[in-house]
């Protein structure tokens, strides 16, 4: 297997395997977790009946992973091209998913409730544009749409688009205003697209990595600010990913690390919670993929999200080798997946040399 063959692969099955793990986790603090499953879960089980996982065996994804992988699937089959026909035919798809009331976001919901007046219930709440509560606009959507469903398959971006950083970025962005066409979810998404992006590259480190996420929250807000996306007060995520850097480094295992992080940094459904927790995490334990991951499915709140992006970087970084040999095989078995053949239409798309990759990102070596 080529390198960059190995590094698709990985980000893949780093993606899955976290969403799947993370999805028994999802919503309990740290305490529970660790009082309810008897320490700290570290393989795949089915999530109990009180999560939005509950109508998954052990093995299976959720959202955050399907709605990147519908994405993939729906811009490779229209020649690479991220177009609104397909990122309509990728979410048409999820809505015929069976499990798509209990995993579907708020802001999500909202999104195909204006985009195909969907309307069926999401087991996770609404978003003040969905169901306005009084007869005035609120001005920035009442800052409510700011969450982390377009840095959850932003992954998706970085394996569509292994050009320049401008390309990346725009790239990034045609996906997430889709359904989170706000400046903070959209640089939360730039910073785990830019992420991957770095992790895919030959020769990169964890530190290059970390830097390319800081560069891309940043250029991720002005490109979309400067493309009319909506406003939003909030954090900004590229700051709250410098704090969580400091925060991680500070520790030398993530059983410590996380309960700092979610603690000071956040690990919930708003972008700028979940997506600094993920550079948390990777700043203590992202050389060992498999303990980044498992760090991040024990992170408490929005477990199965931050541990989806976390595992996108680290699998992409490390590659297939070195994540656990039985990650792959589970998830294809239990999701019906063959992540081995999507990885091969992705390497095809972009016509690459498979013993290199000849597309390091520039933003970090500027």
């Known amino acids: 297997m080529s390198t960059l063959e190995s590094k698709v692969l990985g980000s893949l099955v780093g993606a899955a395997a976290g969403d799947s793990i993370g999805a028994a986790t999802e919503l309990r603090t740290i305490g529970q977790i ?49 177009s609104d026909e397909a990122l309509r035919n990728a979410f048409r798809r999820w809505m015929d998913h069976p499990f798509y009331p209990n ?15 969907d309307t069926r219930p ?5 978003v003040v544009e969905s169901e306005p509560k009084q007869e005035v606009v609120l001005i920035n959507n009442g800052n409510a749409s700011a ?5 959850m398959k932003a992954w998706s971006a970085s394996l569509l688009s292994l050009g320049t950083p ?8 045609n996906i997430a205003q889709f359904t989170h066409n706000n400046v903070i979810s959209v640089s939360g998404a730039c910073a785990i697209s ?23 929250a940043d250029q991720g ?5 400067q493309h009319g996306a909506m406003m939003m007060a909030g954090p900004s995520v590229a700051r709250r990913i410098e704090l969580a850097i400091q925060i991680g480094r500070m520790h030398e295992s993530w059983e410590t690390a996380v309960f700092e992080i979610a603690d000071i940094i956040g ?7 979940a997506v600094p927790a993920v550079f948390g995490i990777l700043a203590c334990c992202g050389d060992d993929p498999e303990q980044a991951i498992l760090a991040a499915v024990n992170s408490s709140n929005d477990t199965d999200t931050v541990a989806t992006m976390v595992g996108s970087i680290v699998g992409a970084l490390h590659g297939i080798e070195a994540l656990p040999g039985n990650y792959l095989p589970i998830l294809n078995k239990a999701n019906k997946f063959e992540l081995e053949d999507l990885t091969s239409r992705i390497v095809q798309l972009h016509n690459l040399d498979n013993s290199t990759n000849s597309f390091i990102p520039k933003t970090i070596l500027q």
């Open 34 to 82: 660790k009082a309810d499953f008897d320490g700290w879960v570290t393989t795949f089980i089915a999530p109990p009946q009180d999560t939005f996982g509950r109508c998954n065996d052990a093995g299976m994804v959720t959202d955050d992973f399907t709605q990147g992988k519908f994405i993939l699937e729906a811009v490779l089959d229209h020649g690479g091209e991220v």
């Open 221 to 225: 807000y002005d490109y979309a600010e």
């Open 103 to 117: 995993f579907t976001g708020p802001t999500t919901r909202a999104s195909m409730q204006r985009i195909f007046n």
């Open 267 to 273: 690990t919930g459904l708003h972008a700028s919670e």
């Open 166 to 173: 401008e390309e990346l970025i725009a790239t990034t962005y």
């Open 147 to 151: 969450t982390n469903g377009a840095a």
């Open 194 to 216: 830019t992420a991957v992006n770095a992790a895919l590259s030959d020769e990169i480190t964890l530190e290059d990595v970390m830097a390319a996420a800081i560069k891309g």
């Open 122 to 126: 999401s087991l996770q709440g609404d």
